[in-house]
C-alpha cells in the first residue's frame, strides 16, 4: 500500500514537471529547450552511449560520499564527545566550514591530474564538512541520562560510542547526507563540465559544444536521473537502519 | 548480598561561576539485602548519592563503600535504574535487556537464555522484538527492571524510576520491585519523592535535610513487605509520620514531586 501510494506520488510529479516544462518550452520556442517529448526521445535513443557515462558519474559521487562519510562521523562524533578535542578543533572548523571548497578546483586540477582524483578528493571535502558538523552536534546532544545508563552498566568509552552516540546520532547524519547528495552532483557536473572527458557533466557540456540540443538534454534527464536514485538508495539505507524510528509512531 | 555504606561523604558540583553543595558530611549504611528508600526535599543530593555509589562520580571528600571496598568505578553487579528508564530507543527489548551482558562480554547463548527469563519474571516475555517506542510507560520500566534482572544485581540503585508513571501503574511496578526483592534479596536503594512509596518499599527510610543533603532522619519501618500492608493502618500511619518529619524539614509539601535536576560531566 505504502509501495503503491510512493508510486503514484512520482509518477504524478513527474507528470507536473513535464507539463510545465512543455509549457514553458512552447512559450520560449527556441531549440535550446526542446519540449519533453524531444528529448525523452533523445534519451531513449542515446541509451546505449549514456549509461556509461552515468555509471562513471554515479562511481564518483558514491565514492566521494563514502570517504567523506567515513572520515567526518569518527571525527564529528570525538568532537562532539569531547570537550578537550572540540575546544582545540572547533574554532578550525567553524573558520574552514563557510569556505566554498570548489574554488579548490583548479589546484586540485593542478595538483592531482585529470582523472578521478580530484573530483573524488573536491567532494568528499565538501561532503566530510558538512557531515562533520553534523555529527558533532548531534554527539552533543545526545541525552545524559542514556550515557550514564550505559556506562552505570560498565560499558567503556567505546561501547558508549557504538551502543549510544553512533545510532543517535545517526538520523541527523543521514539528513545531512541527503542535503549533501544536491550539493555532491553540482560540484560534480562543475568538476566533470571543467576537466576530463567522461562523465555525465562532460557530456552535457560536450553536447552543448555541438549544438546538440536534444543530446544536451539527454544528458540533463541522466543527472537528474543520478539525483533521484542517488536520494533513493540514502532512503533505502536510512529506513533500513533506523527501524526504530518508524516502529515508535 | 552486599553491605552499601557512606562514611563522611560530601560532595560539590562547580559549573558556571557556582559552586553548589550537594552532599554534607553524610553517613548512612545500608545492610546487606536490605531495601531502604531515601526521600527528601527538592535538591538535596539524592541523585548524587545515587551516582556515588554506582561509581559514576568520585565523592570530594569522605568514603563510599560497597561490600566493605572502596567504591573506585563501576561495579560488575551494581545495576542503576533512572528516572527516564535509560532505555535506547534504537534497541529492541531484548537488546536492551540484555546490555549489561553484551557490554559485560556475556557469550550470546547464555546471554540470550538470561535475557528471556529476565523479561519473562518482570512480564514483557511477548514484546521481546518490539522497540521502546512501541511499550507503553509501565512496560518500558519492567524493561528497564529487566536489565537490572539480567544482570543478577545484588545492588539496585533506583533514582525516582516509577515517577513518570500514572497512580495504578505505579502501584503494580511497586508490587513487581517488591517481588524482585522479595524473590533475590538484593541490597536496594530506592530514591523517590512519593511517602507512599517510600513506605511501601523501604524496610529503613532515611530523610535527608534540604541542600547541601544531610541525614536528618531514619524511620524503622519493619512491617514493610508483609502482607496487605499497602491497606491496613500501619502504613498510613507510617506515612503520616514520614509527613510530619518532611514538613519538619521545611520543603517538602505532599504531592509536590519537583527538583532540580543534577547534571554530571562525563
Given at each position: 500500500m505504502n509501495a503503491v501510494r510512493w508510486a503514484l506520488g512520482y509518477v504524478g510529479a513527474i507528470a507536473i514537471l513535464l507539463l510545465a516544462w512543455g509549457a514553458v518550452a512552447a512559450a520560449v520556442g527556441s531549440p535550446a529547450l526542446p519540449g519533453p517529448a524531444v528529448a525523452l526521445e533523445a534519451f531513449v535513443t542515446l541509451w546505449p552511449e549514456l549509461w556509461p557515462e552515468i555509471l562513471v558519474s554515479l562511481a564518483r559521487v558514491l565514492a566521494a560520499m563514502a570517504l567523506g562519510t567515513v572520515f567526518a562521523v569518527p571525527a564529528g562524533l570525538a568532537l562532539g564527545r569531547s570537550a578537550r578535542a572540540d575546544a582545540v578543533f572547533a574554532p578550525l572548523i567553524f573558520v574552514l566550514y563557510?569556505?566554498?571548497?570548489?574554488?579548490?578546483l583548479p589546484v586540485l586540477l593542478v595538483l592531482l591530474g585529470l582523472g578521478n582524483t580530484p573530483k573524488i578528493v573536491l567532494i568528499g571535502m565538501i561532503v566530510f564538512f558538512q557531515i562533520l558538523v553534523t555529527a558533532r552536534d548531534a554527539a552533543k546532544s545526545v541525552p545524559q541520562a542514556s550515557v550514564l545508563s550505559v556506562r552505570s552498566l560498565g560499558a567503556s568509552r567505546w561501547q558508549v560510542a557504538r551502543h549510544v552516540v553512533f545510532p543517535a546520532a545517526l538520523p541527523e547524519i543521514f539528513t545531512a547526507l541527503r542535503i549533501g547528495t544536491g550539493t555532491a552532483i553540482a560540484v560534480l557536473f562543475l568538476a566533470e563540465s571543467i576537466a576530463g572527458s567522461n562523465g555525465i557533466g562532460w557530456y552535457i557540456v560536450d553536447a552543448w559544444g555541438r549544438i546538440d540540443y536534444p543530446a544536451m538534454f539527454a544528458g540533463i534527464l541522466a543527472m537528474a536521473l543520478l539525483g533521484v536514485v542517488l536520494y533513493e538508495l540514502l532512503d533505502l539505507l536510512e529506513t533500513r537502519v533506523t527501524r526504530w524510528r518508524v516502529a515508535g509512531q | 548480598m552486599v553491605s552499601l555504606a557512606f562514611h563522611d561523604v560530601s560532595h560539590t558540583y562547580e559549573g558556571s561561576g557556582r559552586v553548589v553543595r550537594a552532599l554534607d558530611a553524610l553517613e548512612l549504611e545500608v545492610a546487606a539485602g536490605e531495601p531502604v528508600s531515601v526521600i527528601g526535599p527538592s535538591g538535596c543530593g539524592k541523585s548524587t548519592l545515587l551516582l556515588l555509589a554506582a561509581g559514576l562520580l568520585v565523592a570530594a571528600a569522605g568514603r563510599v563503600e560497597v561490600g566493605g571496598a572502596l567504591v573506585a568505578g563501576v561495579r560488575r553487579e551494581t545495576a542503576l535504574i533512572l528516572q527516564d528508564y535509560g532505555?535506547?530507543?534504537?534497541?529492541t527489548v531484548a537488546e536492551n535487556a540484555g546490555l549489561g551482558l553484551q557490554v559485560r562480554g556475556v557469550a550470546r547463548d547464555e546471554r540470550g537464555a538470561r535475557v528471556a527469563q529476565a523479561l519473562e519474571r518482570v512480564g514483557?516475555?511477548?514484546?521481546?522484538?518490539?522497540?521502546?517506542?512501541?511499550?507503553?510507560g509501565g512496560m518500558r520500566q519492567r524493561l528497564a527492571l529487566s536489565r537490572a534482572v539480567a544482570l543478577d544485581a545484588d545492588l539496585l540503585l533506583m533514582d525516582e524510576p516509577l515517577s513518570a508513571l500514572d497512580a495504578l501503574t505505579r502501584e503494580d511496578l511497586q508490587d513487581v520491585l517488591l517481588g524482585l526483592w522479595q524473590r533475590r534479596g538484593h541490597t536496594a536503594v530506592l530514591v523517590t519523592h512519593s511517602i507512599e512509596e517510600a513506605v511501601y518499599l523501604g524496610r529503613r527510610i532515611v530523610v535527608l535535610s534540604p541542600?547541601?543533603?544531610?541525614?536528618?532522619a531514619v524511620v524503622d519501618?519493619?512491617?514493610?513487605?508483609?502482607?496487605g500492608y499497602r491497606s491496613s493502618s500501619a502504613f498510613y500511619e507510617r506515612c503520616a509520620q514520614l509527613r510530619e518529619l518532611l514538613a519538619g524539614e521545611g520543603a517538602v509539601h505532599p504531592g509536590t514531586a519537583l527538583e532540580t535536576p543534577v547534571t554530571v560531566q562525563s
Open positions: 563557510p569556505i566554498p571548497k570548489v574554488v579548490f | 532505555l535506547l530507543p534504537w534497541k514483557i516475555a511477548d514484546f521481546a522484538h518490539a522497540y521502546p517506542g512501541e511499550l507503553s541542600r547541601p543533603g544531610r541525614v536528618a519501618n519493619a512491617a514493610m513487605g508483609s502482607d
